[in-house]
Nanobody, 116 residues
Framework: QVQLVESGGGLVQPGGSLRLSCVASGSLLSFATMGWYRQAPGKQRELVATVDNRGTTTYADSVKGRFTVSRDNPKKMVYLHMNGLKPEDTAVYYC??????????WGQGTQVTVSS
């Protein structure tokens, strides 16, 4: 059974930085794609960034050049380094994990608020 636990959210001023972390439990995790989605109030959940088992990354256009996704397979962790944060980045951020033939697994989410 897969479990994902996020940490690192909080309140930050515009232009600031945060690092989100997610630790996964389960087996064969190194073969999965891991990453982050977010959901702002009144909006649908959207992709932020993912990294597959070969290290190939994908980013939403809105975060390219500001966010960096990375993973540490031995530690079963995925990270999201967020720089140049904007108020529109305010959302609940969800860690996700997926194999090619599985549905997405989700963490419980961590709140990121960007405000002065």
């Amino acid at each position: 059974q897969v479990q994902l636990v996020e940490s690192g959210g909080g309140l930050v001023q515009p232009g600031g930085s945060l690092r989100l972390s997610c630790v996964a439990s389960g087996s064969l995790l190194s073969f999965a794609t891991m990453g982050w989605y977010r959901q702002a109030p009144g909006k649908q959940r959207e992709l932020v960034a993912t990294v597959d088992n070969r290290g190939t990354t994908t980013y939403a256009d809105s975060v390219k050049g500001r966010f960096t996704v990375s993973r540490d397979n031995p530690k079963k962790m995925v990270y999201l380094h967020m720089n140049g944060l904007k108020p529109e980045d305010t959302a609940v951020y969800y860690c996700t994990l997926k194999w090619s033939t599985s549905p997405n697994y989700w963490g419980q989410g961590t709140q990121v608020t960007v405000s002065s």
